[in-house]
């Protein structure tokens, strides 16, 4: 297994200021002004959110908050109701501004500049940018292309064993892989983690996932913390609005370290309406589904080769990611370019509705009678 290991100073490391910009998927306004393009012109493949976007009740919800008032310090409504909807104690969940908050408050509370952080890799940014502002040693542990990018479990097992790190991080379905783990393989890698500090397995791109396991009962051994996110799963990214879920004494610190107000209250009040509405989840789902078939058949008529795809995206090597990227957005589409997953040939695809999908296809075979995908077996 290929393994990169980083130490970072808290102060004068060069080093630490890229490692915080952690580059992500959407629409980048300053280059879309350059291209002469307007966002609504644009078919956002970049992100992985609900590809039917915000519901009308969540976004009516959003719309009548009380923009006057303070927001509640500790989103208690939306806190009793996600308690309630997850089976566990409003004491037991804390609630966050996007879970990449909720990321960065659980590095800040476990990990300081002795402490040591595994990765799995390749994976969100997030996770590094977070350990590495504690000063903490980063770890990653990469899995290969030729593994199908899947972490050979026993091995992975045994390093983490002797690591010994203080947290442990895990992205199940995996960003940007698209693997997605079973109970069994968590479960084996979460003792290995509590057997010296944490895991947090972020369940971001669950929802999404045709036939998921429940992880709730994880958190039971006080040596895992949830991360969820609803920007996926109900479309408020620009909303910003997560949880995470473990025992009380975790949810106590995380929740101590988080600044006052920092949920505001249009995220809370769509936060209530968007738990009534699994339906439109479940729709999601099924266009998640269509979309998945159909990208991965066209996408091998076409004569790429995606990973199979376990989540609502899929990675698809095109020899040079950020020169495919470029040429899509000539055609109004933004994809996912995988350098920054240290992953130059490949591009990330989410599921969108099939008519998009189907202009995305039309305008990947035009670039490739240009000359723009090479590198791969065409
Ligand atoms: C795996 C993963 N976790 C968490 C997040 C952050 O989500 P949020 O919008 O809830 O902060 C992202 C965003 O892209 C992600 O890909």
């Given at each position: 297994m290929a393994r990169s290991c980083t130490r970072l100073g808290n102060t004068g490391n060069p080093a630490l200021g890229d490692r915080m910009r952690v580059v992500h998927g959407g629409l980048d306004e300053a280059e879309l002004y350059h291209l002469g393009?307007?966002?609504?012109?644009v078919l956002d493949f970049s992100s992985s959110i609900n590809?039917?976007?915000?519901?009308d009740s969540v976004r009516n919800a959003a719309l009548s908050a009380d923009l006057a008032a303070y927001p509640d310090r500790q989103s208690w409504r939306l806190r009793v109701a996600l308690a309630t909807s997850e089976g566990i104690r409003p004491n037991e969940v804390v609630v966050g501004n996007g879970s990449a908050e909720l990321i960065h408050l659980i590095a800040q509370n476990y990990?300081?500049?002795t402490s040591r952080c595994l990765i799995l890799a390749p994976t969100f940014g997030e996770y590094e940018a977070a350990a590495a502002q504690t000063g903490a040693e980063v770890v990653h542990l990469r899995a290969r292309q030729e593994d199908g990018f899947r972490w050979p479990i026993p091995s992975t097992v045994t390093r983490i064993e002797q690591a010994r790190p203080d947290l442990v991080f895990l992205c199940n379905p995996n960003n940007p892989t698209g693997v997605y783990l079973d109970r069994i393989t968590v479960t084996r890698l979460a003792e290995a983690a509590g057997s010296s500090g944490l895991l947090v397995l972020d369940d971001a791109f669950v929802p999404f996932v045709t036939t998921p396991w429940d992880t709730?009962?994880?958190i039971d051994s006080g040596k895992v913390i949830l991360v969820r996110s609803l920007t996926k799963s109900h479309a408020l990214a620009g909303v910003r609005l997560g949880y995470a879920i473990a025992r009380e004494n975790i949810i106590e610190k995380i929740e101590s370290l988080q600044y006052t107000w920092s949920v505001n209250a249009i995220a809370q009040a769509a936060g209530l309406a968007a738990l009534k509405e699994d339906k439109h989840v479940e729709r999601a789902r099924e266009v998640v589904g269509e979309a998945m078939a159909y990208l991965r058949d066209e996408l091998l008529r076409i004569g790429l080769f995606p990973e199979p795809?376990?989540?609502n995206f899929l990675i698809v090597d095109v020899g040079d990611g950020a020169r495919v990227r470029e040429a899509l957005l000539h055609h109004a589409i933004a994809v996912r370019d995988c350098t920054s997953f240290g992953l130059p040939g490949y591009i990330r695809i989410a599921a969108r509705p099939l008519v998009e999908c189907k202009y995305l296809i039309a305008a990947l075979e035009k670039i490739m009678a240009e000359g723009v995908i090479t590198g791969v077996n065409l």
């Open positions: 393009l307007d966002r609504e012109q590809p039917l976007g915000t519901a990990l300081n500049a709730r009962s994880l795809p376990d989540a």
